[in-house]
């Protein structure tokens, strides 16, 4: 979703005179009421209450401002902050939680040109020019200098997350990801991968764009709960997990035995003990997926059962 910035700039001033701090609008917030402590930034679309952690994408807070979104218009009725207190009176936990804080686009983003370094990097990876577009991969030069950056996008094109990947090797963090957003609440890719029947799900991003279009990440080792749900929600007819080979007694079967208890078709990608998708390449991944992936049933899951008894 797109804003007109100007126009829901105008609609936020109705809830009071905003404290501006950068990009940031500060007001009094209508949920603990704590004074100026409400943020919210319309470049980046989201809000946060540094008191009461209420936080998500300002759309929520803008719907019950009567901005209406199909056309970028604002209701230009007034609204106090006593009003839209009133209007999230009632307002069910699960519904002010849809749309949790995203994190936007980092202000250090910018567009990989060809011959850079970032370009050259990422081509020695196996990833393409289609790639880089398709997946709006950029690179920093301040704080996230030498940096790759590979966001993740909702169907609407807002940026939910990002990694941000040291390509030279000399940095103390190899990766960085946005303070104060948490990577449990996303799946990366999902937005691509939502268009196949079947989904490949691996850690890092770049094996992900490696893995195929029906990939997605989950930039680390771990995947929550809150992620599985999305997965399935999406209906995906199989499941494919393919994390690094270093995990596929560990992290990689556990996550294939709770895809498996909700009934779902799920395969192992038995993925050899140093490698990832990224290192194997799109040929010899594919083959490894297509000859030699394991179908996770009753045996594997009593087999997962014995070993957490050891």
């Given at each position: 979703?797109?804003?007109?910035?100007?126009?829901?700039?105008?609609?936020?001033?109705?809830?009071?005179?905003?404290?501006?701090?950068?990009?940031?609008?500060?007001?009094?917030?209508?949920?603990?009421?704590?004074?100026?402590?409400?943020?919210?930034?319309?470049?980046?679309?989201?809000?946060?209450?540094?008191?009461?952690?209420?936080?998500?994408?300002?759309?929520?807070?803008?719907?019950?401002?009567?901005?209406?979104?199909?056309?970028?218009?604002?209701?230009?009725?007034?609204?106090?902050?006593?009003?839209?207190?009133?209007?999230?009176?009632?307002?069910?936990?699960?519904?002010?939680?849809?749309?949790?804080?995203?994190?936007?686009?980092?202000?250090?983003?910018?567009?990989?040109?060809?011959?850079?370094?970032?370009?050259?990097?990422?081509?020695?990876?196996?990833?393409?020019?289609?790639?880089?577009?398709?997946?709006?991969?950029?690179?920093?030069?301040?704080?996230?200098?030498q940096r790759v950056i590979f966001p993740a996008f909702d169907?609407?094109?807002?940026?939910?997350?990002?990694?941000?990947?040291?390509?030279?090797?000399?940095?103390?963090?190899?990766?960085?990801?946005?303070?104060?957003?948490?990577?449990?609440?996303?799946?990366?890719?999902?937005?691509?991968?939502?268009?196949?029947?079947?989904?490949?799900?691996?850690?890092?991003?770049?094996?992900?764009?490696?893995?195929?279009?029906?990939?997605?990440?989950?930039?680390?080792?771990?995947?929550?709960?809150?992620?599985?749900?999305?997965?399935?929600?999406?209906?995906?007819?199989?499941?494919?997990?393919?994390?690094?080979?270093?995990?596929?007694?560990?992290?990689?079967?556990?996550?294939?035995?709770?895809?498996?208890?909700?009934?779902?078709?799920?395969?192992?990608?038995?993925?050899?003990?140093?490698?990832?998708?990224?290192?194997?390449?799109?040929?010899?991944?594919q083959r490894i997926k297509n000859e030699k992936s394991v179908l996770?049933?009753?045996?594997?899951?009593?087999?997962?059962?014995?070993?957490?008894?050891?």
């Amino acid at each position: 979703m797109e804003f007109n910035l100007q126009q829901v700039e105008e609609a936020l001033k109705q809830l009071g005179t905003p404290a501006s701090s950068g990009q940031e609008y500060t007001f009094d917030c209508p949920f603990c009421g704590k004074e100026n402590h409400l943020y919210i930034n319309p470049m980046k679309g989201k809000y946060n209450c540094f008191k009461c952690n209420n936080g998500g994408g300002i759309k929520f807070l803008l719907k019950k401002m009567g901005v209406q979104f199909d056309e970028a218009q604002v209701n230009v009725s007034t609204v106090t902050v006593d009003d839209l207190k009133s209007r999230l009176k009632g307002i069910d936990k699960d519904e002010k939680k849809i749309d949790p804080v995203k994190a936007g686009l980092p202000d250090d983003y910018w567009e990989i040109l060809p011959d850079t370094e970032p370009s050259h990097y990422l081509l020695s990876r196996g990833l393409t020019w289609e790639d880089i577009k398709l997946y709006r991969i950029g690179h920093g030069f301040t704080d996230l200098n030498q940096r790759v950056i590979f966001p993740a996008f909702d169907d609407d094109g807002e940026c939910l997350i990002y990694s941000a990947r040291d390509y030279t090797n000399n940095q103390t963090l190899r990766y960085k990801t946005p303070k104060g957003i948490s990577k449990s609440e996303f799946v990366p890719y999902l937005n691509i991968a939502r268009n196949y029947e079947t989904v490949i799900i691996c850690e890092g991003a770049i094996s992900a764009i490696i893995a195929g279009r029906n990939a997605v990440a989950t930039y680390g080792k771990g995947f929550s709960l809150k992620q599985i749900e999305q997965l399935l929600a999406t209906g995906f007819k199989e499941y494919y997990v393919a994390f690094d080979g270093d995990t596929q007694e560990g992290e990689a079967l556990k996550l294939a035995f709770t895809l498996w208890r909700r009934k779902v078709t799920t395969y192992l990608i038995p993925i050899p003990q140093k490698d990832d998708p990224a290192s194997l390449g799109r040929e010899e991944f594919q083959r490894i997926k297509n000859e030699k992936s394991v179908l996770f049933n009753d045996e594997a899951a009593l087999k997962l059962r014995f070993q957490s008894l050891l």
